[in-house]
């Protein structure tokens, strides 16, 4: 997924190193160790910029050209899964070992879980950015990502706020969608819409004609797409085939990845939407600390001024949080004294919106800050259409 930081970094770390507040401790300027892992080769690998390693090695520089842990040097000690869930395990036990004071678990729900199981415990401090795993109470295992909740309750109130009676579903059979089936079926009566169809389409079928044909015969208002990943340049196809590429379309969450869509950019129908994480619709209220590092961040990914995803949502705030937590503590805290401080953290404020943990809640968030944006076919251009919680349309 992302990486990347250049110059003016030595020269703010110099400044910034000798005048950073919190708690000390350490010798000074002895690294801080952090360690992360994520696929780095198998099926699973995104090469490139956009790279599990690339994407930690990126906040790692961010926050080090920010004086890192009251100028003690961010460490990242990064760790291959090779795709494979029995691997993660042995990194886990490794980590266990290492001293770390931090583990970040990246991004696959098998390899996260089996990580969680030697670490639960006893620590370090673990964020998975897997939102549909447990994060148990007085546990070590936090996620700072919003729920996968989030994107069914933002989709189920924007069909509301756009008045779209008819609404078409269309869905695949990856494990876990039939969550998203009947959280959107649910919401029906509450938010004023109607499923006039509820397609399934196998996520390796090459054609989506026979389900994309009952959507056409339903006449829906809008269609809501929730599936992630490249089976959606097919369906996108099969909706310009059958005469729906003008009737709007509704992504899942997960699908704002540009590292996904700029596979079928110039394929989108006319109007095409996605719940968005916090920064995308309220830009202007991500500022300090937390603005250096995701824009860091995005330029790490080789992103140009303005493009943006929602990947961002997933990492930075499980950064940021432990970073917080050690400038506050110093560098030679517990792990104990690490957990207990983050799941006693209120009024934190993060890219993915404000965050208040306790010690029942390592998560956080509720995905209520999030919003919707219109995505443009070709440039990918990104514009919120609603409000941060989705309770009015914008503009």
């Known amino acids: 997924m992302r990486k990347r930081i250049l110059l003016a970094v030595a020269a703010v770390f110099a400044a910034t190193a000798c005048a950073s507040g919190g708690a000390s401790g350490g010798s000074a300027g002895s690294p801080v160790l952090l360690a992360a892992m994520g696929p780095n080769s198998g099926p699973e690998y995104n090469p490139g910029p956009q790279s599990t390693q690339n994407q930690y090695q990126a906040l790692a520089d961010a926050w080090n050209a920010l004086g890192g842990i009251n100028g003690h040097p961010i460490k990242l000690e990064f760790h291959d899964t090779q795709s494979s869930a029995q691997t993660a395990v042995t990194i886990a036990q490794k ?3 290492s001293g770390a004071k931090a583990f970040f678990s990246c991004c696959f729900a098998a390899e996260s879980q089996a990580a969680n199981t030697p670490l639960e415990n006893s620590g370090p401090v673990t964020f998975n950015a897997a939102s549909p795993l447990p994060t148990p109470a007085n546990s070590y295992i936090f996620d700072a990502a919003a729920p996968a909740s989030t994107g069914y309750t933002v989709i189920q109130k924007f069909l509301g706020l756009k008045q779209w009676k008819r609404v078409a579903l269309i869905t695949d059979t990856t494990p876990g969608e039939d969550a998203a089936r009947d959280a959107i079926s649910a919401g029906q009566g509450t938010y004023g819409y109607q499923l006039v169809t509820n397609q399934i389409f196998d996520v390796s079928a090459t054609s989506v004609a026979t389900q994309v044909a009952q959507v056409a015969q339903s006449q829906p208002d809008a269609i809501v797409l929730f599936s992630t990943g490249p089976q959606v340049a097919t369906v996108f196809s099969a909706l310009r085939a059958a005469n729906l590429a003008n009737v709007p379309v509704v992504l899942a969450d997960g699908e704002l990845n540009r590292a996904i869509l700029a596979k079928f950019a110039d ?87 404000t965050y208040n943990f306790s010690p029942s809640d390592h998560r956080g968030t509720r995905g209520d800050d999030w919003g919707v944006v219109r995505i443009e076919g070709g440039t990918l251009a990104m514009k919120p259409v609603t409000n941060a919680g989705v309770t009015a349309l914008a503009g």
């Open 95 to 97: 980590v266990r070992r």
């Open 267 to 353: 394929s989108f129908p006319a109007e095409v939407y996605a719940p968005a994480a916090y920064y995308l619709v309220a830009p202007a209220d991500v500022t300090g600390d937390n603005k250096a590092v995701l824009d860091h961040f995005l330029k790490a990914q080789g992103f140009a001024d303005g493009q943006n995803d929602n990947v961002a949502s997933y990492l930075v705030d499980d950064f940021g949080v432990v970073v917080h937590a050690l400038r506050a503590l110093g560098p030679d805290a517990s792990n104990e004294k690490i957990r207990d401080y983050i799941q006693n953290l209120k009024g934190y404020q993060g890219v993915g919106g």
